[in-house]
């Protein structure tokens, strides 16, 4: 049974060892639709909702090589090409000396990929989401530790989702609204 | 941000080391105590005092760089054979201390040195402040910043005029403009969890609007914290080459020349190690007060302070071995320039500069052979203090002593520094406590998600993986 107007539900836990122990179970329980909020990383928390890998080191080697590319392409270009000029007898594609500009730019593509990315694949910015119109969710930046099993996760049921959720021995559930 | 952090256990504490966070803090008591600083106390006298005067300081050096712009370079002392002065000396100098920042935010990092911690967002700070010092220099040497655009950067432009890639000028501009960018991104993926934090629990609405908006929604999901411990750790991996690569580009400038004091392969080790020497002294100079000013002295520990002297005498024994290196270099090599110019720092004109430099950098910091001297903080800031004086002296000796003896004494002169040298000089120290002011008054000085990773607390007991 869907709820279009409910987000999901949400629960509040005390400390990071009981939000992994309850995600532990909700997985096991099989819903998949999960998702845990704390104010700093949790390793076991993200293995316990079943999420390891992200594509982001993919994205940051494409940036990397674009800017090596881009780099050696520029100074060829430059030096032999637009505004060749013979500077102390050396080749115009001096080659040796292009290095540190290659590598200057794939350090800064790589990293500019690794933060854009990272906040794309994040979704972010979002100005707005449903999480924030449970009023406690503003200690997930503080000291509460939440776990949301989202509406549209097949098992979710409503009332049964949420009763199952209290026998998890949380410190509060509610209904999250859209 | 490693999960696999290594908290302060016990036996540490017991065996007489400081802790790297005084006993009795929660995740609460952390955010309310970083946050407050910043959101709900007032602003103190002694910032408002500060403000002013190294506000008014950055107004005396905007001033003199305006009559720069007006009347060119020769209001500086500049001429030849020494073409290279106060601009070239700063600008080494800034950068150099720039370095400490991303030592402490990336190298410590990938060597799981938890107690970085508490101080890497503050240093991080410091460098960026440290390096725009560094970057007007560059930018203002020509006395006419409107042509620099073309000759520093490759801009299409209808005369049809290229930078020439062969030149380590060029190169530094490469090194030091990713270094900025670079640094300022990871500041800024460290600062996103804390903006969340002042965005929700900050009690003005307006401060809610303003770091709300920074932090970008940021919510704190497990799957973002995945994606954002795989990006924090790419950025360190990232950095950390760069960091190293920063001073080695800057040496090159003079490296890759020909001129006495200049042509040799000691150059990038030494200036790498001289600038993490000064940005780690820079970081005790605003560290030790910080933490008092500020009552952080649970969360910028003893460790901190003894850990950075330990860093500086290393750093300043590999700066030592690299005056040794050159002085045995110049000998060795039997090239008669080069030992003339030896003889001519330890005895020529600029002598004294050359004592002081070997006094403030090689014999002073011996001192922190001792643990009384490493844990007052009276000593370490005067010896910090000793340490930038050292230094800059030594971007000093190797500028202006290697210049303004050419290769043959007719060519021979001597630099002065005019007012108008020390009114941009120690206005760009009024620029970066300016700055630094400012970002102590409106952002965490201490990463609140960082340091809830050092309470035993955040550890997880059990993992139980039983997946049905």
Known sequence: MKHPSVFGYLAEFETPTELVEAAEKVYAEGYRKIDTYSPFPIEAASEAIGFHHSRLPLIVLIGGLTGLASAFAMQYWVSVIDYPINVGGRPFNSWPSFIIVCFELTVLFSAISAVIGMFALNGLPMPYHPVFNVQRFIDASKDGFFLVIEATDPKFDGEATGSFLKTLSPAGVWEVPY | ?468
């Open chain 2, 1 to 468: 941000m490693s999960t696999q952090i290594q908290r302060p256990s016990e036996d540490a504490t017991q065996a007489g080391v400081f802790p790297v966070v005084e006993p009795g803090h929660t995740f609460a008591t952390i955010t309310e105590k970083i946050s407050a600083i910043i959101v709900r106390r007032g602003t103190p006298l002694w910032w408002l005092a500060g403000f002013l005067m190294a506000f008014g300081i950055m107004n005396v050096m905007l001033m003199a760089i305006g009559w720069l712009f007006y009347k060119g370079t020769g209001i500086w002392g500049v001429n030849i054979p020494v073409g290279w002065g106060f601009a070239i000396v700063n600008f080494v100098w800034w950068i150099g201390i720039g370095h400490a920042g991303t030592l402490i935010s990336a190298i410590l990092f990938l060597l799981k040195q938890s107690w970085r911690n508490s101080i890497n967002r503050f240093a991080e700070a410091m460098t960026l402040f440290a390096v725009m010092c560094a970057g007007l220099f560059p930018l203002i040497h020509t006395g006419r910043p409107w042509l620099a655009a073309y000759w520093l950067f490759p801009v299409p432009l209808t005369m049809g005029v290229w930078p020439q890639f062969r030149s380590p000028l060029i190169w530094d501009v490469f090194a030091v403009s990713t270094y900025f960018t670079v640094s300022l991104l990871f500041w800024f993926v460290g600062l996103v969890p804390d903006l969340a934090s002042l965005r929700d629990h900050a009690p003005r609405r307006w401060q809610r609007m303003i770091y709300g908006m920074l932090a970008m929604g940021w919510r704190g999901s497990a799957r973002h914290w995945v994606r954002y411990d795989a990006a924090y750790l790419i950025l360190a991996g990232l950095a950390t080459p760069l960091v190293l690569s920063v001073h080695t580009v800057v040496s090159f400038d003079f490296a890759v020349s020909l001129v006495p004091g200049w042509h040799t392969t000691i150059f990038p080790p030494y200036f790498v190690a001289g600038a993490i020497y000064s940005g780690f002294a820079m970081v005790m100079i605003l560290a030790i007060p910080i933490r008092s000013l500020y009552g952080l002295k649970d969360m910028i520990t003893m460790r901190h302070l003894e850990n950075s002297a330990k860093l500086m005498l290393a750093t300043g024994l590999i700066v030592g071995y690299g005056y040794a290196v050159e002085a045995f270099m110049a000998w060795y090599g039997n090239n008669k320039f080069e030992w003339f110019l030896t003889g001519n720092r330890l005895f020529g004109p600029y002598k004294y500069f050359y004592w002081a430099l070997l006094a403030s950098n090689i014999v002073v910091p011996q001192v922190f052979w001792s643990k009384k001297v490493r844990t007052s903080t009276f000593c370490l800031f005067i010896i910090s203090c000793v340490i930038l004086v050292g230094m800059w002296l030594e971007r000093f000796i190797i500028v202006v002593v290697s210049l303004h003896r050419d290769f043959v004494p007719s060519a021979w002169g001597h630099y002065t520094p005019t007012r108008y040298d020390w009114a941009i000089f120690i206005g760009t120290l009024g620029m970066f406590t300016t700055f630094m002011l400012l970002f102590l008054r409106t952002l965490p000085a201490i990463s609140i998600a960082e340091m809830k990773l050092l309470l035993p607390e955040a550890e997880v007991k059990h993992v139980e993986v039983e997946h049905a």
